[in-house]
Structures are given as C-alpha cells and as structure tokens.
C-alpha cells in the first residue's frame, strides 16, 4: 500500500498552526471586569452608634460604549443586584450608588439610571463578625452596548485581607468618601437581605407569561402515551434531518466496521453484538441528555452553547479523522477497517454516544411538541420520552439486529475500503472544522475552509502521481477550482440593508401590542435552523413581508447562553430550536407558535390572516 504517513503529518502541522492562529483573533473577552479594594471605617465615623468595619468597594470595569442599568433603573431595563455573605452564610449590606442619567439604546424616549465605567459598589463588613471572610459576592446585570445586550452574572470572592482592619487603608480619606457616607445615611434603613437571598439564581429580566396556539394542535402531546408514540417517529426522523451530516461518516464506518470482521469469527453474532452496543451507547447518551435538561431545565441542543465542549468535540472528531490517516491509533473508537479492536462492544458502545452526541443539537419534525411536554414533567416521565425517542433514533440498526441479513447489501470489503476510509477521514476534519467555526465564530472558515480544500487537494495529488496525464491533471484543476470556491464561499458578505432586528427583551416587550413581531429563534450550531434561514427565512422573502405586512422581523439568538432567551422559549411552550413566533397587535399574550419545520406557503398564510 501507497505510504502517505508524511503529507498527513505535514499537513496536520500547518492546520495546528493555523488553527491557533485563529483562536485569539475569535477570542471573546467579556465586557467587564470587577475589582474588589478593602478599607477600614473607625468606630462612629459612618453611624455614632456603629462599631468599626471593613469597608469592600466593587468598581466596575465596563469596556468603552457599555453600560449596566442601576440597582434602580427607572421606567427600563433589568436592575443590577449585588449579593454578599460571609464565610458563615451572614448575609452584609450593599450599597448602591446612583446611576447616571443616560438616553436607553433601545427607545430613546426613555431616561434611565445607568451604571458606567468606573461605578463603584460598596459592601459593609462589620467588625462584630467573627469570621466573615472569605466574603462570597455574586453580581448580576444586564450589561448593554448600543447593538446588543448580554446578561452577565459574576461570582467573586474576597478572601482576608493580608492585615488587620486597622492596618486598611482609611475609607474616610477617600475622594469618594463623601458620596459613600451620604449613600449610606440615605439607605440606612433598607433591611438587610435574608440568608435566602445571600446567593441570587440567574433570572430573566421580564417574566415572559402567555398563552400559545401552535400551527398544527393536532400534533401537540397531552399524554405520556402520546409523547411516547410520537417520540418514536420524531427520533426515526431525526436520522434524516440536517443534524445528521456531521455523522454521516461515524455511521458509514460502524456499519462497515462491523461488517468486516476477523477470521474464525461468526459474521452474523459480531454484526448483531456490534449494533447492541451501539444502540445501549445511544440510549445511554439520550438517559444522560433527560437527566441534564430534566435538572437544569435549559433547551434542546444547550450543551452546544458550550464554547469548551464543542472544542473539545472538534478535537475528538479531528482526532478520528487523523487516525484513519495512520497517524496514531486511538485507545477507544478507533474506526479503521480491519483494525481488529481489542474491545468492540467498547467501541461500538461509545461510537453510538458521540453519534448521537453529535446528531441532536437541533429538533426535527414532531420533535419540538415532544419537548415541549416531557420536559414540564417529572425525572421519570422524561426519562421514559427521552428513551423513546432513542429507540426511535436506533429503529435502523434494531432492523438489522432482528434481520441481520440486511447486512449483504453493505458493501464487502476490498482494495477500494482505502478510499472508502480515507474519504471518512476527510469528512470527519470537515466536522471537526465545522465545530471550530460554531465555536470560535463562522469568520474562522475563511481558514478552516481553504485548510480542508488544501488537505484534501493535498492528498488527490499525492495519491494520482501514478495516474493517467489526463486523470491526474482533471483532479488537480478541479481541485484548485475547489480550492477557489472555497475561497470566495467564505468571503464576507455584502454590506446590505439587514432586514432582521436583534433581540432585546425590554425593547421587543415595550413593542408586543403596538406591533406585529415575528421571532425566530435560531444558534450558529443548529443545523436545521440555517436550513429553513436559507430556504424559507431568507434576506429576500423577509424584506417582502416586512413591506407588504408591516412585520417587525426579530432574531432570537441562542448559540450561546441567554436566560432572557431561554425564558421566552419556555414561555412559548418550547424547549426545541428552530422554532418561531408571530405576535400579533390584538393579541400579544396569544402568540402563534411554528415548531421545528415550516415553509413558505404556511407563513404568507398565517401573515394574510393576520
């Protein structure tokens, strides 16, 4: 056999290189950072009647352009709040200052209290504490630029100060001294909070509440038997809907795995021990899912809102393909032909998890009503539908376990599986590219892309130097014309007029009554959501609605975490992207509710009857 080990390594090297190139320039850094300083007020100095303290101010590191809305907003937005407990669970008193009177980015007519760079909070330790530090503080806001807002929740702590309150700094020789001490005379009378309080949960800004009709009612879930027999068909669908790309390949080498087995072995017994291991890793991963989203009731494809864990998919599938290059062998899935795995039940097993890892980040037809309900319900009915939809999702490879005869329509082994293998191993980098863009950012492919035209391109010209002039010449042009393509594919778009309005929820609810709204609530790593953008939701169709029907256009961006988003997804009934709905002015607490797929005639419908 040809030995190609060196383009693969040389290659491997430049997409290292590349690759963090890459990272740093994606990099999102936070838009604020918090600073604690520590200071000793003498006994009396802030009240007569007041032992000494150790005073913590909290000052705002907030980047140029953003803001925070006060502890006391006015008319908008969400309040900053500000907790602190001692080392024993004492909840100490915080005070805030006063924001300063800004202009809200997203209705101008509205005067709020803002908090910008340099804002400092102030918390108050008292020395009749006996042990109060560390001091555990958790600072939660809506932090707002003129184009976006991010909710932003930080967990800090000050551990004991490296001398005694007496050896601090003195608060009261301090430029803001004076403001402090008038802040605290005027909220001297504000109660504590209770030890309850001392740790606050991440919380929406607005407590979404309707009351949804959905386009098609009939196939909405209203019991467990219902869910169940619906969890079957949405599971044996998702295996054709777009979230399967990325394992089209982990597929296609398990079934050809387990079809090639070592001399002296039953065919039959290792073709059906193969597919058993493989469907418990399913089912396995699909128990884990309904344990995960049951206790922290986030949404369908929210462990893709990860930044880490995508990473660290991407390393394992690019890891997978470099493996069928020869590079290294693999201790636990090790997907060559004819490798002879010293534990196949092992990799069948976890080929089955990341398959199905891989292949739920976005919902499916009868899907998203599935959710909807089971995910309302207690552990044990969640399990029982998350279950279902997994032997909905292995009804192919249960097939071939009570039929295993199946398997003499897969093709036999021969000198062609080189290709067939390598061809794996190049969709695998692909996937694994793939996850590197929803991760780092999808300006990453204008590397990843032309990197994987190259490796690719790279491997044809070694493997066709013995070919035919005019084969071996066919496959070099077209691979530079790939090459080319790739190139202008990832080309920054035209600067045209967006038609879509980004989501704000103070703003978009200040809108619900006076306009009509339609949300789509979409992530880069939904595969099936950027299907319907590119055939039912596109620039064109959305730019007609909006002028024919008056419809604000409104995209709900969930590919990273937003409470805010996540809130108004379960309040709509769903725990599924895409999914999508259409406020209307008579109406607002009665939305229309479109899950998973919809087309183009079922909107100009419901737009035309509006």
């Keep these: 056999m040809y030995d190609n080990k060196p383009l693969p390594i040389l290659l491997f090297a430049l997409a290292l290189t590349l690759i963090s190139a890459v990272c740093p320039a994606q990099a999102q850094p936070s838009p604020m950072k918090a600073l604690i300083h520590a200071y000793s007020i003498a006994p009396g100095v802030l009240n007569t009647s007041e032992a000494g303290a150790t005073l913590l101010t909290i000052t705002l590191d907030i980047n140029p352009e953003w803001y925070a809305y006060s502890n006391i907003p006015g008319d908008s937005g969400k309040p900053t709040h500000l907790s602190a407990i001692t080392a024993d669970g004492t909840p100490l008193r915080v005070i805030y200052p006063k924001g300063t009177p800004k202009k809200d980015s997203y209705d101008p007519s509205v005067t709020i209290a803002a908090y910008l760079d340099g804002t400092q909070l102030f918390v108050v330790v008292p020395d009749t504490q006996p042990t109060p530090f560390p001091i555990l503080l958790n600072l939660d806001m809506l932090l707002c630029h003129p184009t976006k807002c991010v909710p932003t929740r930080l967990d800090l702590a000050f551990e004991n100060p490296e001398t005694t309150p007496s050896g601090l700094p003195p608060a009261d020789a301090q430029p803001w001294w004076t403001t402090f001490s008038e802040l605290a005379r005027q909220q001297n009378d504000t109660p504590l909070p209770s030890a309850a309080e001392g740790s606050v949960a991440e919380s929406p800004v607005i407590d979404w509440q309707f009351s949804p009709t959905y386009l098609q009612p009939g196939l909405e879930v209203s019991s467990l038997l219902s869910a169940i027999l619906m969890g079957?068909?949405?599971?044996?669908?998702?295996?054709?809907?777009?979230?399967?790309?990325?394992?089209?390949?982990?597929?296609?080498?398990?079934?050809?795995?387990?079809?090639?087995?070592?001399?002296?072995?039953?065919?039959?017994?290792?073709?059906?021990?193969?597919?058993?291991?493989?469907?418990?890793?399913?089912?396995?991963?699909?128990?884990?899912?309904?344990?995960?989203?049951?206790?922290?009731?986030?949404?369908?494809?929210?462990?893709?809102?990860?930044?880490?864990?995508?990473?660290?998919?991407?390393?394992?599938?690019g890891a997978l393909g470099l493996s069928l290059f020869g590079l290294f062998h693999l201790p636990v899935i090790d997907l060559k032909f004819g490798a002879g795995h010293a534990n196949p039940r092992k990799q069948a097993f976890f080929t089955g998890m990341l398959t199905t890892l891989l292949a739920t980040p976005c919902s499916g037809p009868f899907l998203g009503g599935v959710l909807g309900w089971a995910l309302i319900q207690g552990p044990l009915v969640i399990a029982t539908v998350f279950i279902s939809i997994g032997i909905g999702m292995s009804s192919p490879y249960i097939l071939m376990i009570i039929n295993p005869k199946l398997a003499r329509f897969l093709p036999k082994s021969g000198p062609w599986i080189e290709y067939v293998e390598k061809g794996i191993a190049f969709f695998l980098l692909g996937t694994a590219f793939y996850l590197i863009a929803i991760a780092l950012g999808s300006e990453s492919l204008r590397i990843l892309a032309p990197l994987w035209t190259l490796l690719f391109g790279g491997w044809l010209w070694i493997r066709t130097k013995a070919a035919r002039s005019n084969t071996k010449w066919s496959i070099r042009l077209a691979t530079i014309a790939?090459?080319?393509?790739?190139?202008?594919?990832?080309?920054?778009?035209?600067?045209?007029?967006?038609?879509?309005?980004?989501?704000?929820?103070?703003?978009?609810?200040?809108?619900?009554?006076?306009?009509?709204?339609?949300?789509?609530?979409?992530?880069?790593?939904?595969?099936?959501?950027?299907?319907?953008?590119?055939?039912?939701?596109?620039?064109?169709?959305?730019?007609?609605?909006?002028?024919?029907?008056?419809?604000?256009?409104?995209?709900?961006?969930?590919?990273?975490?937003?409470?805010?988003?996540?809130?108004?997804?379960?309040?709509?009934?769903?725990?599924?992207?895409?999914?999508?709905?259409?406020?209307?002015?008579?109406?607002?607490?009665?939305?229309?509710?479109?899950?998973?797929?919809?087309?183009?005639?079922?909107?100009?419908?419901?737009?035309k009857s509006l």
């Excluded at 079934?255 to 039953?266: P, V």
């Excluded at 065919?267 to 899912?289: K, Q």
């Excluded at 986030?298 to 990860?306: C, D, K």
């Excluded at 600067?495 to 103070?506: I, L, M, R, S």
């Design 232 to 317: 079957l068909l949405a599971g044996l669908i998702l295996n054709i809907m777009p979230c399967v790309l990325p394992v089209v390949s982990l597929k296609l080498s398990a079934l050809l795995g387990a079809n090639t087995t070592e001399d002296g072995k039953n065919p039959v017994a290792a073709f059906r021990e193969h597919n058993v291991f493989f469907i418990l890793g399913v089912l396995s991963f699909f128990l884990f899912l309904a344990i995960v989203l049951g206790a922290t009731g986030q949404a369908w494809g929210a462990l893709f809102q990860y930044q880490w864990l995508v990473l660290a998919i991407a390393a394992i599938m």
């Design 482 to 607: 790939l090459l080319v393509a790739s190139i202008v594919w990832t080309l920054p778009p035209a600067v045209e007029n967006n038609p879509w309005a980004d989501f704000h929820p103070v703003a978009t609810q200040q809108k619900m009554g006076k306009e009509i709204l339609f949300l789509d609530f979409t992530a880069d790593w939904c595969p099936t959501c950027k299907v319907l953008e590119a055939t039912v939701l596109t620039d064109k169709n959305i730019s007609r609605w909006k002028q024919a029907y008056s419809i604000t256009f409104i995209k709900v961006d969930m590919t990273d975490r937003n409470p805010e988003a996540e809130a108004l997804l379960k309040a709509l009934g769903s725990r599924s992207i895409p999914t999508a709905a259409i406020f209307t002015k008579e109406s607002p607490s009665t939305p229309i509710v479109l899950r998973d797929l919809f087309t183009v005639d079922q909107l100009e419908n419901i737009m």
